[in-house]
C-alpha cells in the first residue's frame, strides 16, 4: 500500500516536472558568449574556385559562406553578431551585431545574400578597407571583434605591403583576418545570371586575370599590429577558432530550466516503471 501511494506520488512529481519544463522557466547568470562583426570580401577575385569540398570544387566565397553559416549555429544565445561586406576601398555595414538566437532567419538571409554582384567598383584595397571597417567598430557602444574575410588580392597591385608606415585605428576588441583561398593563382572566371562559368577575365592589358591568397600581405597586415590570422582550409577549424573559450567574453544572461526538469521527469517515470519497483509496489498478496 504504502509502495502503491509512493509510485502515485512519484507520478504526479514527473508531471508537474513536465509540465513546469514546458512553461519554459529560467535563471539569471553569467554565460560565455561572443561578439563578431564579420565583413566579407565580395571583389571578383572570391569567385575563383579553388577549394576542393567533398571532392567538388566550390569558390571562395561559397566556402566562406557556409562558414559563416556553421558558426552562426554553432555560437550559444545571447552572442552578437553583425554582417558587412568589403569592395574597393570601404567596408559596408549591412546590419550590426544583434542576439543570434532572436534573429537567426534574418542573419542567415544575409549571409544567403553575400554576392560577388554587390560589389560596386572593381578596384580594392585591403589596408584601407580593413581601417574604414575598424572605424566603424571603434564608434559603436559595445565593440564587437572583426572578423575580416578575404583573399588579400587587390586591384591594382599596392606598391607597399602592411600599414605603409602608418598605425591602424585602435579597438577595445579583437581583430582577426580570415585569409581565403590558395596562394596558387587561378584565373578570375566570368560569370552569367546564373552564376554559371562563360569564360575568364581578362586585364585591360589583355593578359588573363588571375588570383590567389596573398597571405604574406594579410600576415604583415596582422603580426605587427597583434591581430590575429586564420587561414580557411575548412569549415569546421574556423568553427573552433571562433567558438573558442578564450574569445568568449562573460555576460549576464537568462539559462533555460526546461531541459534539466524535462531529464528529471524522464529519470523520474523511468525509476518508477523499474521491474524491481513494480514488482515490491505489488501487495503481499499479488493482488
Known amino acids: ?28 547568470g553569467e554565460r560565455a558568449v ?24 566550390v569558390s571562395r566565397l561559397e566556402l ?3 562558414a559563416l553559416r556553421q558558426v552562426l549555429r554553432a555560437l550559444p ?13 570601404q567596408t559596408g555595414i549591412l546590419l550590426e551585431p544583434v542576439e543570434v538566437c532572436a534573429h537567426r532567419q534574418e542573419l542567415g538571409q544575409l549571409v544567403e545574400d553575400l554576392d560577388w554582384r554587390l560589389g560596386w567598383v572593381p578596384q580594392s584595397n585591403v589596408q584601407r578597407a580593413l581601417r574604414h571597417g575598424m572605424l566603424q567598430i571603434g564608434r559603436m557602444e559595445q565593440q564587437p571583434s572583426l572578423v575580416f574575410m578575404t583573399d588579400g588580392d587587390e586591384a591594382p597591385s599596392p606598391l607597399r605591403s602592411g600599414w605603409s608606415g602608418s598605425a591602424p585605428p585602435e579597438l577595445a576588441s579583437e581583430v582577426i583576418l580570415v585569409g581565403t ?3 596558387e593563382p587561378s584565373n578570375v572566371p566570368r560569370l552569367d545570371q546564373r552564376d554559371e562559368v562563360v569564360g575568364f577575365l581578362s586585364l585591360p592589358s589583355g593578359a588573363p586575370a588571375v588570383s590567389g591568397l596573398d597571405q604574406s600581405h594579410l600576415q604583415e597586415l596582422a603580426e605587427p599590429s597583434g591581430f590575429r590570422y586564420h587561414l580557411l582550409r575548412d569549415v569546421e577549424g ?4 571562433l567558438t573558442a573559450p578564450e574569445r568568449a567574453a562573460m555576460l549576464p544572461g537568462r539559462y533555460s530550466l526546461s531541459p534539466w526538469l524535462a531529464s528529471a521527469a524522464l529519470m523520474l517515470i523511468l525509476v518508477l516503471h523499474l521491474p524491481g519497483l513494480s514488482r515490491f509496489s505489488r501487495s503481499p498478496s499479488g493482488k
Open 1 to 28: 500500500m504504502i509502495r502503491g501511494r509512493l509510485r502515485l506520488f512519484g507520478l504526479l512529481a514527473a508531471c508537474v516536472l513536465a509540465l513546469l519544463a514546458f512553461l519554459g522557466p529560467t535563471a539569471s
Open 34 to 57: 561572443h561578439q563578431y562583426l564579420f565583413v566579407v570580401d565580395v571583389t571578383r577575385s572570391m569567385t575563383v574556385t579553388d577549394y576542393l569540398v567533398n571532392g567538388e570544387p
Open 64 to 66: 566562406t559562406r557556409e
Open 77 to 89: 544565445c545571447d552572442s552578437r553578431v553583425g554582417i558587412g561586406l568589403f569592395s574597393g576601398w
Open 181 to 183: 583561398g590558395a596562394e
Open 238 to 241: 574556423l568553427v573552433r577558432e
